[in-house]
T-cell receptor, first 107, second 112 residues
Framework: QKEVEQDPGPLSVPEGAIVSLNCTYS??????FMWYRQYSRKGPELLMY????GNKEDGRFTAQVDKSSKYISLFIRDSQPSDSATYLC???????FGAGTRLTVKP | GAVVSQHPSRVICKSGTSVKIECRSL??????MFWYRQFPKQSLMLMAT?????????EQGVEKDKFLINHASLTLSTLTVTSAHPEDSSFYIC????????FGQGTRLTVV
C-alpha cells in the first residue's frame, strides 16, 4: 500500500462548481498535511498547511483533516478556470506526494 | 509565501557530461531540502532528502553516485547529475523546508 493515495482524475467541472479533492494516507504518525497546486511545467505552489483535525479556511479554499479516518480533503468554492491545475497532497515529514489530481474548470 | 530559487530553469547538455542544479532558499533557512524528479503527467517522485551538513538520504532505486546532492549551507543545496544520459532527461524540482515546504520552479534537463 502506498503511503499516500490520491485519485489522479482527471476531474472536469463547470465554472462556479464546488470541487472536492481527497487523499488518504496510511501512516498514523503523520501530523502535518499540505495541499499544493501545480501548473504545467512549474514548481508546486503551497496552498494550505494544516496540523490538527478539522477545517482550515483560506478564501475559496478549505482544507479538512480527519485523522481518525486518515483522510484529508481540499474544497474549492466558486471554482474558476484559473483553478485548472494539478492538485497534490503531501504529508509533512517525509514529503512524499500522492499521484495528484488534474482539475479542469470549464468556463 | 517564502521564495525558493532554482537554477537553471532549462539546460541542454551532451550525453556523458555533468550538470549541476542549484536550489536556494532566499528568505528563510532551510533545515531540510528535498529533490524530486517528475515525468510528464506524473506526480513528483522523491529522489532524496538532505539535511544541512549531513549526507543525503536517497530513496530506493536512486543512484547516489549518479545524483550527487550537496547541502553545504542552510540556504543552498545542489544536485549534480553526473555522466548524464538521455534517460536522465526530466523535470527536476527542489523543495526547501523550515516549517512548511516551498518549491523551486523546476529545471528541465534535456540530455542529447
Amino acid at each position: 500500500q502506498k503511503e499516500v493515495e490520491q485519485d489522479p482524475g482527471p476531474l472536469s467541472v463547470p465554472e462556479g462548481a464546488i470541487v472536492s479533492l481527497n487523499c488518504t494516507y496510511s501512516n498514523s504518525a503523520f501530523q502535518y498535511f499540505m495541499w499544493y497546486r501545480q501548473y504545467s511545467r512549474k514548481g508546486p505552489e503551497l496552498l494550505m498547511y494544516t496540523y490538527s483535525s478539522g477545517n482550515k479556511e483560506d478564501g475559496r479554499f478549505t482544507a479538512q483533516v480527519d485523522k481518525s479516518s486518515k483522510y484529508i480533503s481540499l474544497f474549492i468554492r466558486d471554482s474558476q478556470p484559473s483553478d485548472s491545475a494539478t492538485y497534490l497532497c503531501a504529508m509533512a515529514g517525509d514529503m512524499r506526494f500522492g499521484a495528484g489530481t488534474r482539475l479542469t474548470v470549464k468556463p | 509565501g517564502a521564495v525558493v530559487s532554482q537554477h537553471p530553469s532549462r539546460v541542454i547538455c551532451k550525453s556523458g557530461t555533468s550538470v549541476k542544479i542549484e536550489c536556494r532558499s532566499l528568505d528563510f533557512q532551510a533545515t531540510t531540502m528535498f529533490w524530486y524528479r517528475q515525468f510528464p503527467k506524473q506526480s513528483l517522485m522523491l529522489m532524496a532528502t538532505s539535511n544541512e551538513g549531513s549526507k543525503a538520504t536517497y530513496e530506493q532505486g536512486v543512484e547516489k553516485d549518479k545524483f550527487l546532492i550537496n547541502h553545504a549551507s542552510l540556504t543552498l543545496s545542489t544536485l549534480t547529475v553526473t555522466s548524464a544520459h538521455p534517460e536522465d532527461s526530466s523535470f527536476y524540482i527542489c523543495s526547501a523546508r523550515e516549517v512548511e515546504a516551498f518549491f523551486g520552479q523546476g529545471t528541465r534537463l534535456t540530455v542529447v
